[in-house]
């Protein structure tokens, strides 16, 4: 049982919209402290999408974005494209376990 | 460029022990603070531990505090993570992850900026 909860599968049509939500509590996300998202290809090295909540890195296409709200946050992908299908993973840091925690991560399949 | 290769894992018996390593190039290591983070099959990712970037500073999951070590050798830009005491539950692909420092005015962020590929443990008699 993961200390973040997501779903653990979704699934879009190329170019469509989706949304991965990840659920926290007050001693993680609603602390605050900051929530980051990773694309993960299991057996890969896992990619940094979004850090500090909404911000991205050099090099991570504006089709990604995060928002975050009180205990919640969320990762959305406009214009789904084939090559994002991977496991996504949201992660914090929770003040009661003193340390790093990950969400169950979001399996996404691209139709 | 940023890489970090893993090495050391294999097929050990429950109760002994392995040694895992993280190679790291392409950035001043004595910079950074780095984590170990594994995937057991078919389970989600689960952080393991940190040390800071002047090693005086290391924090462990429940689950491994006791067993598992986490160590710096500035000299080879290596980490390391030694697993003693092993169970079967701790089979896992294991990646080492950098930590980085982004800041945007007065605040800062600390996400996991590159990983490596990982190197299996398996725990099994």
């Known amino acids: 049982q993961s200390v973040l909860t997501q779903p653990p599968s979704m699934s879009g049509a190329p170019g469509q919209r989706v949304t991965v939500s990840c659920t926290g509590s007050s001693s993680n996300i609603g602390a605050p402290y900051d929530v980051n998202w990773y694309q993960y290809l299991p057996g890969t090295a896992p990619k940094l999408l979004i850090y500090g909540d909404s911000n991205r890195p050099s090099g991570i296409p504006d089709r990604f974005s995060g928002s975050k709200s009180g205990t919640s946050a969320s990762l959305a992908i406009t214009g789904l494209q084939a090559e994002d299908e991977a496991d996504y993973y949201c992660q914090s840091y929770d003040s009661s376990l003193s340390g790093w925690v990950f969400g169950g991560g979001t399996k996404l399949t691209v139709l | 460029q940023v890489q970090l290769v893993e090495s050391g894992g294999g097929v050990v018996q429950p109760g002994r022990s392995l040694r895992l390593s993280c190679a790291a190039s392409g950035f001043i290591f004595r910079d950074y603070a780095m984590h170990w983070v594994r995937q057991a099959p078919g389970k989600g990712l689960e952080w393991v531990a940190f040390?800071?970037?002047?090693?005086?500073?290391?924090q462990y999951a429940d689950s491994v505090k006791g067993r598992f070590t986490i160590s710096r050798d500035y000299s080879k830009n290596a980490l390391y993570l030694q697993m003693n005491s092993l169970r079967a539950e701790d089979t896992a692909l294991y990646h080492c992850?950098?930590?980085?420092?982004?800041?945007?005015?007065?605040?800062?962020?600390?996400?996991?900026?590159?990983w490596g590929q990982g190197t299996l443990v398996t725990v099994s008699s």
């Open positions: 992850a950098k930590e980085n420092k982004f800041c945007s005015g007065d605040t800062c962020y600390y996400p996991f900026d590159y």
């Open positions: 040390i800071s970037y002047d090693g005086n500073r290391e």
